[in-house]
């Protein structure tokens, strides 16, 4: 009994010396996170200035890593919003004869075999049908944080 009210009273000491340690060293606010601003700032956003060239007019960008989706080279204004009802991105993406083809500039990228029910007959799987959701427009946007990393066996 008297071991343990000696390691409680030793314990707690410790505790509370520690405590008052950490109280002491405040991180200022322009040391917290990416922005070297006050965390009380309400910064205005950066303006984003998306391609505005019709389809098939913009160079495609490359993707981030192996798998990711390929970005939307061309403006969407007039497409959106996306409903299973109205997809206009189908009318021209929809074309599982092209899939596997060299693309030629101003081809439309086709669907890949993934989004289709059945390729042969071009039945598109309409779980994919919000094309959004995955493909973004390409931004003229500078890199927020630098990156180093690199794809094993890449140089």
Known sequence: MRKR???SLALASILSVSVSAVDDQAIPDDALGLSKTSVYDV???D??????????????????????????????????P??????????CHVQPDLIGTKIEPG????????????VKRGQLYMGRYNCVQ???????????????????GKK
């Open 82 to 91: 996306i409903t299973r009802e109205s997809n206009l991105c189908k009318d």
């Open 134 to 152: 995955c493909h973004a427009p390409q931004a003229k946007v500078d890199v927020l944080v630098k990156s180093t990393f690199k794809l094993p």
């Open 5 to 7: 009210v000696v390691l």
């Open 43 to 45: 910064p205005d956003p």
């Open 47 to 80: 303006l984003i200035t998306y391609n505005d060239g019709d389809p098939g007019s913009n160079e495609l960008l490359a993707t981030s890593y192996h798998t990711a989706p390929p970005m939307i080279s061309h403006h969407v204004n007039d497409m959106l």
């Open 107 to 118: 081809m439309p990228v086709p669907a890949p075999r993934s989004h289709y029910v059945n």
